[in-house]
Protein backbone atom coordinates (compact mmCIF):
# COMPACT_ATOMS: atom_id res chain seq x y z
CA UNK A 1 0.00 0.00 0.00
CA UNK A 2 1.31 3.88 -1.09
CA UNK A 3 0.75 6.64 1.64
CA UNK A 4 0.74 9.26 -1.18
CA UNK A 5 -0.16 12.16 1.93
CA UNK A 6 3.15 11.32 3.57
CA UNK A 7 5.05 11.39 0.22
CA UNK A 8 3.60 14.61 -0.59
CA UNK A 9 3.73 16.28 2.96
CA UNK A 10 7.45 16.65 3.20
CA UNK A 11 8.86 18.92 0.40
CA UNK A 12 12.05 17.95 -1.52
CA UNK A 13 15.05 19.91 -0.05
CA UNK A 14 17.08 21.98 -2.57
CA UNK A 15 20.91 21.90 -2.81
CA UNK A 16 22.39 24.80 -0.93
CA UNK A 17 26.09 24.29 -2.94
CA UNK A 18 26.63 26.05 -6.18
CA UNK A 19 26.89 23.85 -8.98
CA UNK A 20 27.68 24.33 -13.30
CA UNK A 21 24.85 23.22 -15.47
CA UNK A 22 26.99 20.94 -17.99
CA UNK A 23 25.70 21.98 -21.36
CA UNK A 24 25.01 18.43 -23.35
CA UNK A 25 27.82 16.89 -25.38
CA UNK A 26 27.67 18.53 -29.36
CA UNK A 27 25.34 16.62 -31.79
CA UNK A 28 27.18 15.69 -35.14
CA UNK A 29 24.27 17.39 -36.81
CA UNK A 30 24.19 21.10 -36.59
CA UNK A 31 21.00 22.14 -34.57
CA UNK A 32 19.50 25.08 -35.90
CA UNK A 33 17.76 27.37 -33.74
CA UNK A 34 13.94 28.31 -33.67
CA UNK A 35 14.61 31.62 -35.98
CA UNK A 36 16.79 29.71 -38.04
CA UNK A 37 13.97 27.58 -38.99
CA UNK A 38 11.17 30.44 -39.31
CA UNK A 39 13.84 32.39 -41.24
CA UNK A 40 15.44 29.14 -43.42
CA UNK A 41 19.13 30.22 -42.76
CA UNK A 42 21.20 27.47 -42.17
CA UNK A 43 23.89 29.62 -41.16
CA UNK A 44 25.11 27.86 -37.63
CA UNK A 45 25.14 29.83 -34.62
CA UNK A 46 27.53 28.76 -31.68
CA UNK A 47 26.91 29.47 -28.16
CA UNK A 48 30.62 28.40 -27.06
CA UNK A 49 30.92 32.27 -26.31
CA UNK A 50 28.18 32.74 -23.97
CA UNK A 51 28.98 32.41 -20.19
CA UNK A 52 27.98 29.16 -18.52
CA UNK A 53 25.08 29.63 -15.94
CA UNK A 54 25.31 28.59 -12.35
CA UNK A 55 22.61 27.69 -9.79
CA UNK A 56 23.27 29.57 -6.23
CA UNK A 57 20.73 27.92 -3.46
CA UNK A 58 17.12 28.18 -5.95
CA UNK A 59 18.64 30.94 -8.33
CA UNK A 60 20.25 31.25 -11.97
CA UNK A 61 23.12 32.88 -11.75
CA UNK A 62 25.21 34.23 -14.56
CA UNK A 63 28.33 35.92 -14.55
CA UNK A 64 28.97 38.89 -17.06
CA UNK A 65 32.24 40.89 -17.59
CA UNK A 66 32.35 44.87 -16.85
CA UNK A 67 32.42 44.94 -20.51
CA UNK A 68 29.92 43.54 -21.79
CA UNK A 69 27.60 45.09 -19.13
CA UNK A 70 28.94 48.78 -20.37
CA UNK A 71 28.50 47.47 -24.08
CA UNK A 72 24.83 46.53 -23.15
CA UNK A 73 23.86 49.48 -21.04
CA UNK A 74 25.56 51.68 -24.25
CA UNK A 75 23.39 50.22 -26.47
CA UNK A 76 20.12 50.54 -24.09
CA UNK A 77 20.39 53.88 -23.96
CA UNK A 78 19.30 54.94 -27.70
CA UNK A 79 16.21 52.16 -27.96
CA UNK A 80 12.48 52.88 -27.08
CA UNK A 81 9.81 50.36 -26.67
CA UNK A 82 6.48 51.20 -27.53
CA UNK A 83 3.16 49.38 -28.17
CA UNK A 84 0.59 50.05 -31.20
CA UNK A 85 -3.03 50.14 -29.45
CA UNK A 86 -5.53 49.44 -31.91
CA UNK A 87 -9.65 51.29 -31.89
CA UNK A 88 -12.17 48.02 -31.70
CA UNK A 89 -12.60 46.99 -35.61
CA UNK A 90 -9.51 48.82 -36.69
CA UNK A 91 -7.56 46.49 -39.20
CA UNK A 92 -4.07 45.69 -37.89
CA UNK A 93 -0.73 46.99 -39.34
CA UNK A 94 1.53 44.99 -40.94
CA UNK A 95 5.19 46.29 -39.43
CA UNK A 96 6.42 47.48 -42.84
CA UNK A 97 3.34 49.99 -43.36
CA UNK A 98 3.73 50.66 -39.11
CA UNK A 99 7.77 52.03 -39.77
CA UNK A 100 6.54 54.25 -42.83
CA UNK A 101 3.56 55.63 -41.05
CA UNK A 102 6.29 56.43 -38.21
CA UNK A 103 8.73 57.62 -40.43
CA UNK A 104 6.72 60.29 -42.03
CA UNK A 105 5.80 61.18 -38.22
CA UNK A 106 9.35 61.15 -36.61
CA UNK A 107 11.34 63.65 -37.99
CA UNK A 108 15.07 62.27 -36.89
CA UNK A 109 18.26 63.40 -38.75
CA UNK A 110 19.64 59.79 -39.12
CA UNK A 111 18.24 56.31 -40.04
CA UNK A 112 16.17 54.38 -37.69
CA UNK A 113 14.99 50.67 -37.46
CA UNK A 114 12.24 48.77 -34.93
CA UNK A 115 11.86 44.93 -34.27
CA UNK A 116 8.50 43.23 -33.54
CA UNK A 117 8.45 42.61 -29.97
CA UNK A 118 4.47 40.29 -30.30
CA UNK A 119 1.44 41.07 -28.75
CA UNK A 120 1.55 44.95 -30.38
CA UNK A 121 5.07 46.18 -28.63
CA UNK A 122 7.80 46.96 -30.39
CA UNK A 123 11.63 48.29 -29.91
CA UNK A 124 12.93 51.20 -31.70
CA UNK A 125 16.32 51.65 -32.41
CA UNK A 126 17.97 55.08 -32.96
CA UNK A 127 21.62 55.73 -33.80
CA UNK A 128 21.90 58.88 -31.83
CA UNK A 129 20.86 59.89 -28.60
CA UNK A 130 19.24 63.24 -29.96
CA UNK A 131 16.87 60.90 -32.66
CA UNK A 132 15.58 59.26 -29.77
CA UNK A 133 15.15 61.98 -27.17
CA UNK A 134 13.40 64.22 -30.18
CA UNK A 135 10.73 60.35 -30.56
CA UNK A 136 10.47 60.43 -26.71
CA UNK A 137 9.17 64.38 -26.28
CA UNK A 138 6.71 63.76 -29.33
CA UNK A 139 5.07 61.51 -26.80
CA UNK A 140 1.68 59.24 -28.38
CA UNK A 141 1.19 59.54 -31.91
CA UNK A 142 -1.82 59.32 -34.08
CA UNK A 143 -1.56 57.08 -37.11
CA UNK A 144 -5.01 58.27 -38.13
CA UNK A 145 -4.82 61.32 -38.86
CA UNK A 146 -8.95 61.80 -39.06
CA UNK A 147 -10.58 65.06 -39.90
CA UNK A 148 -13.55 65.58 -37.51
CA UNK A 149 -17.04 65.35 -39.52
CA UNK A 150 -19.13 68.66 -39.87
CA UNK A 151 -22.57 67.97 -39.38
Same mark, same amino acid.
Given at each position: ??? #?????? @???? $?? &???? =???????? +?????????? !????? *?? @????? !??????? %??? @???????????? %??? =? /???NLRGRL =? !??? %????? +?????????? *?? #?????? #?????? %???YYEFFF?? &???????????? @?? $?? +?? /???? =?
Amino acid at each position: MFD #WQAEMS @VPAA $LP &KAAR =VIIPPPPV +ASPVISFAQA !LTAST *KA @VSNDN !LPQPLIR %GER @VSIKITQDIYEK %GMA =V /CKTNLRGRL =V !LNK %GDKPY +ATKEFQSKLQ *KL #WKTTRA #WSMMSL %GRGYYEFFFAT &KMDMGTVRAAGT @VN $LE +AR /CPST =V
